[in-house]
């Protein structure tokens, strides 16, 4: 492969670092680059305890990231109790533009000579009960890494061999703005559309879809052949018993939005699709206008955005937007060649059955299990 997939770690752990790399080397070689940031939870303690204190704090490490466009990953490792044991487990999320994966690392068991050291944690959940327990090797005091390892290369052979195929948008200047001609790409692959149009949907609950004037119109077909009800968002005065517009900002000028009467239901859960995000304005005033019909919108889905030099989206965080391609045509075409590199090898299980082929075995060894 050529070039390098930029990815984020929100973390500067040598051994979370040292996990991420071996797992996206298992899948993708030395084409990646990985990039630590500091990123500490603000309302989790030191010790999380229990899976939602655990799920949080690698939620607030995410959070606390920003380049939307770019693979980023966040680990929070804690303590939790089942049936009067305790265990460690460590919950891992990696955030796409597309998609979010989450998984859990099977639980180790804590040994009960050590139980007074996590009452003293339970009291005082400033210190970690590795800091207690193993003072010496705190965050490694089981082989943490190994295992963490193996999670994260299960994980990324998810990213990259389940993902659609992308391509490469055309970048063009249009009224002094950055423009993604998709037209190309729309009109002569529709198979390939429709599959990342299924593939961005998946897993969203929604009533109904709408449409954004004029390419999003395109998209109309596949969701009528599934039966899904089908609503047009108009620039004004194009309809007839259209709802009050909505001014919406754009890049290059400002328009009016609308929809028809009665299109929309009170409850009704709305999916918005159209081709290109950019500065997400008419995507606004879409939804102020299902806000106004009392419905929700669930989310947003497009199968290209817009960013700026830094790998930054340029609409605000306001709903749960999915993409696949960016303005970022390096990153675009990386992400690209990782995914059909891992799809022209067998599936993982062949890929890695042969340990010197990768530094984590699929299978816990009968050593580490408890």
Not at 131 to 160: C, K, S
Request: glycine share 6%; aromatic share 10%.
């Amino acid at each position: 492969m050529s070039g390098h997939l930029t990815v984020i770690l929100a973390s500067k752990s040598s051994l979370k670092e040292n996990a991420v790399r071996k797992g996206l080397k298992n899948i993708i070689g030395d084409s990646f680059t990985l990039k630590t940031v500091d990123s500490q939870p603000k309302t989790v303690p030191a010790q999380p305890i229990g899976r939602e204190e655990i799920f949080k704090g690698a939620s607030e490490r995410l959070g606390n990231v920003k380049g939307g466009s770019y693979i980023t990953v966040s680990i929070e490792s804690g303590i939790e109790t089942c049936d009067e044991k305790w265990f460690d487990v460590s919950c891992i999320i990696v955030r796409t533009h597309w998609k979010t994966y989450v998984m859990w690392t099977e639980r180790y068991t804590i040994d009960e000579s050590k139980y007074d050291m996590i009452k003293k944690v339970i009291c005082d959940q400033s210190h970690t009960f590795g800091e207690l327990a193993y003072p010496e090797h705190p965050t490694d005091w089981y082989p943490r890494q190994y295992i963490l390892g193996i999670i994260i290369t299960d994980m990324f052979n998810q990213v990259f061999y389940c993902s659609p195929d992308l391509m490469v948008p055309k970048i063009k200047l249009f009224k002094n703005v950055k423009f993604l001609d998709l037209q190309d790409w729309l009109l002569k692959d529709p198979k390939m559309i429709n599959k990342s149009i299924e593939y961005l949907a998946k897993d969203i609950p929604y009533d109904k879809v709408i449409v954004l004037d004029a390419r999003g119109f395109l998209f109309a077909s596949f969701f009528m052949e599934k039966g899904i009800p089908v609503v047009l968002a108009r620039k004004a005065n194009k309809i007839p018993d259209e709802m009050t517009p909505v001014m919406i900002k754009k890049e290059y000028g400002d328009d009016l939005i609308t929809i028809q009467k009665g299109s929309i239901k009170e409850k009704d859960k709305i999916l918005i699709v159209d081709d290109v995000i950019a500065t997400g304005g008419t995507i606004k005033g879409v939804n102020e206008l299902v806000k106004k019909c009392g419905a929700s919108v669930s989310a947003v889905i497009c199968l290209a955005a817009v960013v700026d030099d830094s790998g930054e989206h340029l609409y605000d965080n306001f709903l749960n937007v999915r993409y696949l391609v960016t303005t970022d045509s390096v990153y675009t075409e990386n992400m690209r060649d990782c995914i059909q590199f891992v799809k022209r090898q067998k599936k993982r299980r062949n890929i890695l059955k042969n340990r010197d082929e990768c530094d984590y075995a699929l299978i816990i060894p009968p050593s580490l299990e408890r």
